[in-house]
């Protein structure tokens, strides 16, 4: 069974928005923190946002004040504004490390991702 399983992606114009969800597995608990990643064509995987306790600890320079990262028992990326360079994609982890931030190897768990796609 899949731990990490993403949602909402697809294609968007310029400007537009899209909220990705990622259902996580009842074992991933609030002890871990948890990221969003993406993967530009051509392009290594590349942090995007994560949080850890309720609180954001990270966006990567481009999204900040158009991303915006949340948890329940679902973890939520609000993407607004979105372009061009946004298309990719997006993939949500887990990890347990004592880390909050973009660094791939801190993830245990990762998701199969899901493609977001904006035109201009």
């Known amino acids: 069974q899949e731990k990490l399983v993403e949602s909402g992606g697809g294609s968007v114009q310029t400007g537009g928005s899209l909220l990705l969800s990622c259902e996580v597995s009842n074992d991933i608990d609030g002890s871990f923190y948890m990221g969003w990643f993406r993967r530009a064509p051509g392009k290594e995987r590349e942090g995007v946002a994560c949080?850890?306790?309720?609180r954001s600890s990270y966006y990567v320079d481009s999204v900040k004040g158009r991303f915006t990262i949340s948890r329940d028992k679902t973890l939520y990326l609000q993407m607004n504004n979105l372009e061009p360079e946004d298309t990719g994609m997006y993939f949500c982890?887990?990890?347990?490390?004592?880390?909050?931030?973009?660094?791939?190897?801190?993830?245990?768990?990762w998701g199969q991702g899901t493609q977001v796609t904006v035109s201009s």
């Open positions: 982890a887990a990890g347990n490390y004592g880390y909050c931030g973009s660094s791939t190897t801190k993830y245990r768990y």
């Open positions: 949080i850890y306790l309720g």
